[in-house]
């Protein structure tokens, strides 16, 4: 059986022999790291990838990019600078298609480090800058939200009743900050035209939040836990209007981000590092470092239980509480599935040097046995 050793950082789409998945390396161009990917689907089958690059997280030389994988196409093409501000670092972007026919990069903008503050995310914005070209180029930003400390992760959410949710959170300059953030959502009914502000009671430090709408107007937020112990849930059953306090699911948490999406067969899938530090405190931000590996879970309860659990990514394989010094870090990971039905994952790659995107079947997670013949076009991929 064939296995990748290295994938090359052009872009080029690899068949994993050994995971029966498509991989690549996305292109970083001039840019040393990478970080917090987000993927969309085109109406043309495209595929785009935005990320944030530059020197390091929170440098004002951090910029949005975007690159882009023509449908049937055997490698991802160079990225795109979309965003380009001098004084503020860009990050988080997400991508969504907008009414308008555009697509919305939708990122935090934060000024740049000042002498001895070396965390600003407390001075975020949140902008829009649109691409009607399919990604090749992007016009101009607009700040959508200039509430100072507004974050942003997951894309706007499109409800059955035609309402857009846009899960956000509140960064503020105190030593316990991070702790301290609370989830609010940003509730539009005139397709963005205008906002309001719903706020997510006792959601101190559970942020990232991920809404996936279960039934009509039945709402549920996945969040990331600034204790690094668990993923949280909130719940909402009036279309976002309130929420119920979060409460912890099975899912480990190591502070870092997720990914949560409601699959065609009605299952839910959370993609996530399933690593948490070994003694939380509730009212204590943590970082353990343990990014590695990327896990997807899926649930067929709304999110009660999650019995099938597939590692996608195993990094360089090292276990242990404290293996960080042995892995590299794979997070954040964006998943997303197609009109074809296939998943669709990307992560920061090695200790963010990178952007890795891998696509799989949701019967790869569960894993089923299938026969290997047809499972890939030979022409849209190269094993290796």
């Known amino acids: 059986m064939k296995h990748i050793m290295n994938l090359t950082s052009d872009g080029t789409l690899y068949i994993n022999d050994h995971m029966g998945t498509i991989e690549a ?5 001039e840019f040393k790291t990478a970080h917090s990917p ?5 109406e043309n089958g495209d595929l785009l990838c935005a990320w944030f690059a530059g020197s390091f997280e929170g440098n004002a030389d951090v910029s949005i990019i975007c690159a882009r994988l023509p449908k049937g196409a ?20 997400s991508l969504f298609a907008g ?5 919305w990069a939708m990122y935090t903008a934060q000024l740049d480090r ?11 914005q949140v902008r829009c800058q649109k691409s009607f070209d399919g990604g090749k180029t992007w016009g101009d930003f607009e700040t959508i939200f200039p509430k100072e400390g507004t974050f ?10 035609g309402r857009w949710i846009f899960g956000n959170w509140i960064c503020t300059d105190s030593e316990l900050g991070l702790t301290g953030d609370p989830t609010v959502f940003q509730i539009s009914d005139d397709e963005g035209k205008t906002w309001r502000q719903v706020d997510m009671p006792k959601s101190n430090g559970r942020v990232h939040a991920n809404v996936v709408e279960l ?17 949280y849930i909130s719940e909402s059953l009036d279309n976002g209007e309130t929420w119920s306090e ?6 480990p948490n190591n502070n870092s981000s997720i990914s949560a999406i409601k699959l065609a067969s009605g299952r839910l899938a959370i993609a996530y590092n399933p690593t948490c530090t070994p003694e939380p405190s509730p009212d204590i931000a943590a970082w353990p470092g343990l990014r590695c590996p990327v896990a997807v879970a899926l649930s067929e309860d709304g999110g009660l239980t999650f019995p099938m659990i597939r590692h996608m990514e195993l990094g360089e394989g090292f276990v242990g509480e404290e293996n960080q010094t042995n892995n590299k870090q794979y997070e954040y990971p964006y998943l997303m599935q197609s009109k074809d039905g296939r998943l669709h994952l990307a992560y920061a790659y090695k200790s963010r040097i990178g952007v890795k995107y891998v696509s799989f079947t949701e019967k790869d997670v569960m894993g089923e046995k299938r026969e290997r013949v047809g499972l890939y076009n030979p022409t849209a991929a190269q094993s290796r």
């Not at 942003?152 to 009743?161: D, F, K």
């Not at 979060?246 to 899912?251: D, M, N, R, S």
């Open 25 to 29: 390396m996305l292109p970083t161009g």
């Open 38 to 42: 987000a993927l969309l689907e085109l």
């Open 74 to 93: 055997e490698q991802w093409e160079v990225p795109v600078r979309v965003s380009g501000d001098p004084h503020r670092s860009e990050q988080n972007p």
């Open 99 to 103: 009414p308008d026919g555009a697509v």
């Open 114 to 124: 000042m002498p001895g503050k070396d965390n600003m995310q407390f001075t975020s």
């Open 152 to 161: 942003c992760r997951q894309p706007i959410q499109i409800l059955s009743n």
């Open 215 to 231: 039934e009509a107007g039945h709402l549920v937020a996945f969040m990331r836990s600034r204790a690094a112990d668990f993923i």
């Open 246 to 251: 979060p409460a912890p699911t099975p899912l």
